[in-house]
C-alpha cells in the first residue's frame, strides 16, 4: 500500500508553469534542431511528411509518459521527446511564416 501511494505522490497533476523556462527551452529545441540537421541533413518533405514525423514524434511522447505514469520511467524521456516535438513543430510553423 505505501508503496502505491509513493507511486501515486509522484504523479501528481502538473500546473501549467507559463513558459517561465522559455530562454531555456528555447536553447533545447536550437540544440535539437542541430541534432537533426546533423543526423539527417538539411530536410526538404511535403507538409504531409512533416506532419507524419511530427505524429511520430508525439507518439514517442505519449509512450514516454506512460511509461514515466505506469512503469517508472525517467521524467527526461519526457523533457526529450518533447523537445523533439516541439522542434519538428516550429520547423513546421517556420515554413508557413
Known sequence: ?????????????????????IDDLITMVKAESCNQINKWGIQTHSIFEWLTYTTEELGELANAISEFHYRNGKKENIVNEAIQTATLSLKIAEMYL
Open 1 to 21: 500500500c505505501q508503496e502505491k501511494l509513493k507511486h501515486m505522490a509522484k504523479h501528481t497533476i502538473q500546473k501549467d508553469k507559463c513558459l517561465t523556462r
